[in-house]
């Protein structure tokens, strides 16, 4: 369940009423209505407006607002304008501004600037929720709040400092322990007191790297910086979260996440959010496997459940060096893409366009032609018709995944916090490079976290394993051991949740289930590439080549190249009834393509539906059926193959099993399986 008491696909966006006269709301009510909007989210930005000093509140202007609202039948989703502080606050009470890696303290600018542990900010900020909620209860049009905006950014105050040390002293109970975890016998950076921590960062554990990236000299103090950081913005989120709830018991809280944010601990966040949503802006290059790939991490945030897809542009962005305007019937793709996999709502930043600062070229429903007969507007138009013709058809369906890949952010930190073997590897692009081959085939995926169950999968993919979590090798063990399969590959079983390394060997408790052990890692720099055969193709081995040697596993290929040529690159263990697979080195798409075919073939997993390359496929399951989602992501037309007797949701064909559609180009079908 996303958005209270709703039974349609909401359809919407962020509005700002506040940036116009009186009048201007008048036509806004009637223009949103021409597009079928049927909920807005409100006051995202108005803390200033609303607090205009320490003890006055005024609520007047969002009361009108409100009103109107209603009057007019628009749901609202809540703000709680706590995503950037007034000037006062500021002046008065500088402890709410943040401090930089750097040690400088900012001053008043921006937003997303408060310090999370600011006594102040907290104050302030569960007060007004609590006011807004006391406010506005009665409203029961109001489906869900939205706490502040897009949490993310870090902070290296005063506060910062001793909360942090608060923070270790809860988890590590005892100075020993603590330097056990940081292994500060190292340098002799040994503790004899909580207070003689700091905060790591480029006045003390940080540097700038020969690449220009930030890199530390002790990962435990810095992974425990980057927990500690995302905890402090959740506790803000929690403490707003429980002004609300005291005034609405049973209304949903949700805050607004930007996607695989490397930021906060989305999994960690997602418990004690009520929904998720996120914010959705691909880059006009990213491919269509990136963005679904985005929306099935955000899926998998909340145990699957579908999200509200908050925000997205309707035409144009205004903060990329290039803001290429979405191609005609490019933002019905991507809003159905965002449904395909998991999305109950679709929502825009944002209705109206801006007169002045930085968002002014922002895209907007309405631009500052304040016309609705532009190719933007009709699109949008469009769109609403279309979503409130689909009448909640596939609302908290499901995606009937199989294949699952384990993704962490604690192991994301820790291996870009690694110093060596290269900073080539990105935990992000290996993730891709599972996730893309999926994708092209056809082959629907869930983003579990360390902590979910593997078992509900026939293949579980754990790009990176670098660092295994307690108890995680038993999970591994248990389902490979069931008939499951189970893949990783470089890089991974080698430290424990310290970031310390798990002794005995790569890949450390991983030995036992994989059957081999990894004797050395060969860092290739950029450019340069080993190559190992699979099956009859060859194909190149870069980034990291591990040196792998057998205990029990088989070698499936080993590299051709250099001083370990013969030497296993990809090895596969039979364990139980299951196999589990090492690949020792980062390949080609094809590879991977290739690789994941085999696998998903042999576990028993095929493609959701069969189309032509630029096509996607996705399927969401529930109580009304099930629904096939066709998007053609390709300038063509495309023919594809029906496999059984669909309805098109939007026209209301039927066709049978064994007929030939053409889908047109960017175009998307939704067909319902008639049973
Ligand atoms: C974010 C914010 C919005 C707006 C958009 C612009 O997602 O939440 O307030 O700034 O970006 O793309
Ligand atoms: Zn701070």
């Given at each position: ?40 989210t409100l006051n995202v930005f108005s803390w200033a407006a609303l607090q205009p000093d320490e003890d006055t509140y005024c609520f007047e202007r969002l009361d009108r607002i409100m009103n109107l609202l209603r009057e007019n039948g628009f749901l609202v989703c809540m703000a709680t304008s706590t995503g950037a502080h007034p000037a006062w606050m500021a002046k008065r009470h500088p402890d709410i501004l943040r401090t930089d890696g750097n040690g400088r303290k900012r001053k008043f600018g ?54 942090f040390r608060e923070w270790l002293k809860r988890k590590y109970k005892t100075l020993e322990e603590m330097n056990r975890c940081f292994f500060t016998d190292f340098w002799g950076h040994t503790f004899y007191d909580w207070d003689e921590v700091v905060l790591p960062n480029l006045l003390s554990e940080h540097f700038i790297g020969e690449n220009g990236e930030e890199r530390t000299m002790f990962q435990g103090i810095s992974l425990d910086y980057m927990r500690f950081i995302s905890d402090s ?443």
């Open positions: 369940m996303t958005y209270k008491g709703v039974n349609q696909i909401l359809y919407g966006g962020d509005y700002n009423p506040e940036q116009w006269a009186e009048e201007v709301w008048l036509e806004d009510m009637q223009i949103m209505k021409q597009a079928h909007i049927k909920i807005v921006g937003r997303h600037n408060s310090c999370p542990n600011s006594p102040t900010y907290r104050l302030y900020a569960s007060r007004l929720a609590k006011r807004l909620a006391k406010r506005y209860k009665g409203y029961s049009n109001i489906v869900a709040w939205h706490v502040s905006n897009e949490y993310g950014g870090t902070c290296y105050c005063e506060n910062c400092e001793k909360a913005m959740l506790e803000c989120f929690q403490i707003e979260y429980r002004a609300i709830r005291e005034e609405m018991p049973d209304i949903p809280i949700t805050t607004n996440l930007t996607g695989a944010d490397k930021n906060l601990d989305s999994q960690k966040w997602a418990k004690q959010m009520d929904f998720v949503s996120w914010d959705s802006y691909p880059r006009p290059s990213d491919s269509a496997a990136e963005t679904a790939m985005s929306h099935d991490i955000m899926r998998g945030l909340k145990g699957q459940m579908p999200f509200v897809l908050m925000e997205q542009t309707p035409s144009v962005t205004n903060w990329q060096p290039y803001n290429k305007l979405k191609r005609p019937k490019e933002m019905r793709l991507l809003s159905y893409q965002a449904a395909a996999h998991g999305a109950d709502a679709i929502q825009f930043f944002q209705i109206r366009r801006g007169k002045g600062a930085c968002e002014k070229f922002h895209g907007a429903v309405i631009d500052h032609a304040g016309r609705t007969d532009t190719r933007v507007f009709q699109e949008v138009t469009q769109l609403g018709q279309e979503l409130e013709l689909l009448n909640g058809a596939f609302l908290e369906s499901k995606t009937p995944s199989q294949a699952a890949i384990l993704f962490d952010w604690d192991n994301w930190w820790a291996v870009e916090y690694s110093a060596g073997p290269s900073i080539l590897i990105r935990y992000l692009d290996v993730v891709k490079a599972y996730y893309t081959a999926l994708f092209e085939d056809n082959i629907l995926v869930d983003f579990i976290g360390a902590e979910d169950e593997l078992e509900n999968y026939k293949i579980v993919i754990a790009p990176l394993l670098y660092m295994v979590k307690t108890g995680l090798e038993e999970k591994i063990e248990h389902f490979t051991e069931n008939g499951g399969c189970f893949i990783t590959g470089y890089f991974s079983g080698i430290v424990d949740e310290h970031d310390l390394v798990l002794e005995g060997g790569y890949p450390g408790t991983l030995k036992e289930v994989l059957g081999i052990w990894v004797q050395e890692q060969d860092a290739l720099p950029k450019g340069e590439k080993n190559a190992f055969y699979y099956k009859e193709e060859k194909y190149p081995a870069e980034i990291l080549c591990d040196l792998i040697l057998l205990g029990g596993a088989d070698s499936v290929s080993t590299y051709t190249e250099d001083f370990y040529q013969g030497i296993s690159v990809i090895t596969r263990n039979f364990y139980g009834n299951g196999t589990a697979w090492y690949v020792g080195t980062s390949s080609s798409k094809e590879f991977y393509r290739e690789f994941l075919s085999d696998r998903c073939r042999e576990a028993g997993i095929s493609p959701c539906f069969v189309t032509p390359s630029g096509v996607e496929a996705a399927i969401r399951k529930g109580k009304n059926g099930s629904f096939l989602f066709l998007l053609n992501h390709t300038e063509q037309e495309q023919e594809v193959v029906l496999d059984r007797t669909y309805r098109d949701l939007l026209f209301g064909e039927v066709y049978k099993g064994g007929e030939r559609v053409l889908i047109e180009k960017k175009d998307v079908w939704i067909l319902m399986e008639v049973r």
